[in-house]
């Protein structure tokens, strides 16, 4: 594919060339007065181009045009073959669609390809911007990938989570409010054989991104190992699963995943789901801080954003709510929760009561005229707190059913200033 490319140019050339040398020699027979013999004048001035024709016939100002022209010409030609030759750009294919899918546990990813037909290269690293209609950039995703080889021949798919951050932001500013925002993905890597960097970047607008015909957007794990570039060329929507999408993503709640919740002081709380269906319910945490004789101050469940961190702050900006479900049992009274930003800043410290009946609880994200809403674009963490409290028998359950934040509707996202 190389070698036509380059035989493509070379002959674009050439055909430009005497394109040029038959104008010039039509235009200075007119000025001479003499049309005879214009197609040998157009070789001959060709021949004198490329280093062997004579011109002594001419005046000194056509040899020196023709002459400078030559090397002109002459010196692009071989810049861009040796461009072409060693520069691999073109060995290394992005999918033009970004598919989107859900796993089994209900969570919708995002996924782009690409592929390697040269030589291996190293250092891959993606990162994605977008910008409006006007053109403005209205947020970034960062370094969202980054991987140390891709080897030679190979195809790979990277899979971006769309819940709780930039993605999720940008492709439900595309779809709830039809602004037409671009995703820019750019792809940075060093060629492992000639040491050069490259970047491609591919646009992608909200008509390449959609629910994929596919199960997990182009493969699946358990897919034929012997891809074919081809093969993913024209996957088509599935219609019915890009509404049920669309619908989800236009929803204004944000969900958060309790199954990941870690424990701290483990010793002392133990965490465990509840399942329906296969679709995480309940977060049940039972707390005892006799078990052991050295008793914390606290336990804990924590929900870390730790890579990356997320950015909550198109929320604070539609005066949205964090609203959790907690139940109980009279051996833990009441929690508190606390969200905090990478700095361990608290943003929101709130004592709930805990019951055996289950009750929802709602807080405005930024409550406090002191907090800059501009830290809720770097949250960290999630923290259910039960602290040890003397009085108290130190051991019984609460249950978080839901913790989500329920999104306002008073600031569009991706408003240019």
């Given at each position: 594919m190389k070698i036509r490319k380059i035989l493509r140019t070379i002959i674009i050339f050439i055909v430009a060339m005497v394109l040029i040398c038959f104008l010039l020699s039509i235009i200075l027979s007119a000025v001479t007065g003499n049309s005879e013999g214009i197609l040998k004048t157009t070789l001959n001035y060709l021949l004198y181009i490329i280093g062997y024709g004579s011109l002594m016939h001419d005046s000194l100002i056509v040899q020196d045009l023709f002459g400078v022209f030559g090397i002109v010409t002459i010196s692009i030609l071989?810049?861009?073959?040796?461009?072409?030759?060693?520069?691999?750009?073109?060995?290394?294919?992005?999918?033009?669609?970004?598919?989107?899918?859900?796993?089994?546990?209900g969570k919708y990813y995002a996924s782009v390809l690409i592929g390697n037909k040269g030589k291996n290269i190293c250092k891959l690293e993606l990162s994605i911007t977008a910008y409006d209609e006007r053109k403005n950039p209205v947020g970034d995703?960062?370094?969202?990938?980054?991987?140390?080889?891709?080897?030679?021949?190979g195809i790979w798919k990277i899979n971006l989570p769309i819940e709780g951050g930039f993605l999720f932001d940008v492709l439900r500013t595309m779809r709830k409010e039809r602004r037409d925002c671009r995703l820019y993905a750019t792809f940075e890597y060093v060629d492992s054989e000639t040491g050069q960097s490259s970047i491609i970047v591919k646009e992608y607008s909200p008509e390449t991104i959609f629910v994929s015909s596919v199960r997990e957007g182009f493969y699946s794990?358990?897919?034929?190992?012997?891809l074919r570039w081809k093969q993913f060329k024209n996957i088509d929507k599935l219609l019915q699963e890009d509404n049920i999408f669309n619908d989800w993503i236009c929803r204004n709640i944000v969900s958060f995943d309790l199954s990941k919740a870690k424990p701290i002081n483990k010793e002392h709380i133990k965490l465990g789901c509840a399942e329906m269906d296969g679709m995480i319910c309940v977060l049940q945490a039972d707390v005892d801080f006799g078990s052991t004789n050295n008793q914390p101050d606290f336990v804990m469940a924590l929900l870390d954003f730790n890579s990356p961190y997320q950015d909550w702050s198109s929320y604070i900006s539609r005066e949205s709510d964090f609203q959790i479900e907690v139940s109980g049992d009279c051996g833990i009274p009441e929690i508190q929760l606390e969200i905090k930003d990478r700095s361990g800043a608290k943003l929101v410290d709130e004592k709930i009561t805990v019951t055996q009946n289950v009750a929802i609880h709602s807080f405005k994200l930024n409550n406090s005229t002191e907090i800059n809403p501009e830290c809720f674009s770097e949250i960290k963490e999630i923290c259910f707190t039960a602290f040890n409290t003397p009085g108290d028998t130190g051991k019984g359950r609460f249950n978080i059913h839901s913790c989500q934040i329920l999104i306002g509707d008073k600031e569009k996202f991706c408003v240019a200033e």
């Amino acid at each position: 594919m190389k070698i036509r490319k380059i035989l493509r140019t070379i002959i674009i050339f050439i055909v430009a060339m005497v394109l040029i040398c038959f104008l010039l020699s039509i235009i200075l027979s007119a000025v001479t007065g003499n049309s005879e013999g214009i197609l040998k004048t157009t070789l001959n001035y060709l021949l004198y181009i490329i280093g062997y024709g004579s011109l002594m016939h001419d005046s000194l100002i056509v040899q020196d045009l023709f002459g400078v022209f030559g090397i002109v010409t002459i010196s692009i030609l071989s810049a861009y073959t040796t461009v072409n030759l060693f520069w691999r750009v073109d060995d290394v294919l992005i999918s033009n669609n970004m598919m989107i899918w859900k796993n089994p546990k209900g969570k919708y990813y995002a996924s782009v390809l690409i592929g390697n037909k040269g030589k291996n290269i190293c250092k891959l690293e993606l990162s994605i911007t977008a910008y409006d209609e006007r053109k403005n950039p209205v947020g970034d995703l960062g370094k969202a990938f980054t991987y140390p080889l891709l080897i030679k021949n190979g195809i790979w798919k990277i899979n971006l989570p769309i819940e709780g951050g930039f993605l999720f932001d940008v492709l439900r500013t595309m779809r709830k409010e039809r602004r037409d925002c671009r995703l820019y993905a750019t792809f940075e890597y060093v060629d492992s054989e000639t040491g050069q960097s490259s970047i491609i970047v591919k646009e992608y607008s909200p008509e390449t991104i959609f629910v994929s015909s596919v199960r997990e957007g182009f493969y699946s794990l358990d897919a034929d190992k012997k891809l074919r570039w081809k093969q993913f060329k024209n996957i088509d929507k599935l219609l019915q699963e890009d509404n049920i999408f669309n619908d989800w993503i236009c929803r204004n709640i944000v969900s958060f995943d309790l199954s990941k919740a870690k424990p701290i002081n483990k010793e002392h709380i133990k965490l465990g789901c509840a399942e329906m269906d296969g679709m995480i319910c309940v977060l049940q945490a039972d707390v005892d801080f006799g078990s052991t004789n050295n008793q914390p101050d606290f336990v804990m469940a924590l929900l870390d954003f730790n890579s990356p961190y997320q950015d909550w702050s198109s929320y604070i900006s539609r005066e949205s709510d964090f609203q959790i479900e907690v139940s109980g049992d009279c051996g833990i009274p009441e929690i508190q929760l606390e969200i905090k930003d990478r700095s361990g800043a608290k943003l929101v410290d709130e004592k709930i009561t805990v019951t055996q009946n289950v009750a929802i609880h709602s807080f405005k994200l930024n409550n406090s005229t002191e907090i800059n809403p501009e830290c809720f674009s770097e949250i960290k963490e999630i923290c259910f707190t039960a602290f040890n409290t003397p009085g108290d028998t130190g051991k019984g359950r609460f249950n978080i059913h839901s913790c989500q934040i329920l999104i306002g509707d008073k600031e569009k996202f991706c408003v240019a200033e």
